[in-house]
């Protein structure tokens, strides 16, 4: 699986729309949810498209300044989506060095690293 960096346009909505899916919280802020999208990409125009096709699909659902997933929407196992890697990394969320990289795999492609705890923001855990 490709790193983000090397993904294309398309590659990056499909991640992005991908990880609204996995989010385990009932609703979001849009804040909150681009807070999430960031970790795809940081590019406006981009960040919209992934708003826009996730809502398209059903994926969320817009209500006042807020988004709500999908209930009972597809959540992350831990144990199967969730890759630890040894190494030099550095936090996608928050930019913190780490030597434990936590990465998530989706259909549509991996998305980290992120250290522990923001791997559970990240997908609404927490």
Not at 17 to 37: C, K, N, Y
Not at 71 to 93: A, K, L, P
């Amino acid at each position: 699986m490709g790193h983000v960096a090397d993904l294309d346009k398309s590659e990056r909505v499909e991640l992005g729309v991908d990880l609204l899916a996995h989010v385990e919280a009932e609703s979001l802020s849009l804040s909150e949810a681009v807070d999430r999208i960031e970790t795809v990409t940081t590019n406006p125009a981009l960040t919209r498209e992934i708003l826009d096709t996730a809502e398209l699909r059903g994926v969320i659902e817009r209500d006042e300044g807020r988004l709500r997933t999908r209930r009972g929407g597809t959540y992350v196992r831990f144990e199967q989506q969730i890759v630890e890697r040894e190494g030099d990394y550095e936090c996608r969320r928050c930019g913190a060095s780490l030597s434990t990289g936590h990465f998530v795999q989706f259909q549509s492609g991996e998305l980290g690293p992120f250290g522990p705890s923001c791997v559970r923001k990240v997908l609404g855990r927490e």
